[in-house]
T-cell receptor, first 114, second 114 residues
């Protein structure tokens, strides 16, 4: 079975500071990994995905994530936080099979302090 | 950029009534999904659908739920007799093959059962 664990249900950073949201995965097969963002009262927007190519994945809005197999991690980072980054962030995993479901973590709410 | 469209955005229904949530997936996608998110909780998988049949369903997807792709463009989720605990945000998603692989989510339908 696959799962993801997001460390920290709430994370606060100052505007301009580094954003680091942690995600660890568990998978019996090489995983495909995703980060989604959800703004208040909105849907899920894909930030980036890892599909077994480059381990450092760049996404939208200046976010990136690095797949580390040895640490079973896929942490999300952004060098400089902006107020507009305040949202809920979900890490997710799938097996990469064509019709396979995607499994979400519990989410991390990112707060940006002025 | 192609979008997954969900209607309605909000639905209020009385307990015991039937509801149909509608989704128009991305046109060249082949795999379709429904997820739900109870307020403040994680996004949960309900069902996946491919080639006009259910590929996989979760334990949440009991006999009260059904899915259909009636006309080659719409993908619907029906809840036969709604319960209070069905109140949630319901997300439709679709995914393609190869270069189109990846889950695109709609903006969701907020279902409130009263």
């Amino acid at each position: 079975a696959q799962s993801v664990t997001q460390l920290g249900s709430h994370v606060s950073v100052s505007e301009g500071a580094l954003v680091l949201l942690r995600c660890n995965y568990s998978s019996s097969v090489p995983p495909y990994l995703f980060w989604y963002v959800q703004y208040p009262n909105q849907g899920l927007q894909l930030l980036l995905k890892y599909t077994s190519a480059a381990t450092l994945v760049k996404g939208i809005n200046g976010f990136e994530a690095e797949f580390k197999k040895s640490e079973t991690s896929f942490h999300l980072t952004k060098p400089s936080a902006h107020m507009s980054d305040a949202a809920e962030y979900f890490c997710a995993v799938s097996r990469g099979n064509r019709d396979d479901k995607i499994i979400f973590g519990k989410g991390t709410r990112l707060h940006i302090l002025p | 950029e192609p979008e997954v469209t969900q209607t309605p955005s909000h639905q209020v229904t009385q307990m015991g009534q039937e509801v149909i949530l509608r989704c128009v997936p991305i046109s060249n996608h082949l795999y379709f999904y429904w997820y739900r998110q109870i307020l403040g909780q994680k996004v949960e998988f309900l069902v996946s659908f491919y080639n006009n049949e259910i590929s996989e369903k979760s334990e949440i997807f009991d006999d009260q739920f059904s899915v259909e792709r009636p006309d080659g463009s719409n993908f619907t989720l029906k809840i036969r007799s709604t319960k209070l605990e069905d109140s949630a945000m319901y997300f439709c998603a679709s995914s393609g093959d190869g270069a189109n692989y990846g889950y695109t989510f709609g903006s969701g339908t907020r279902l409130t059962v009263v």
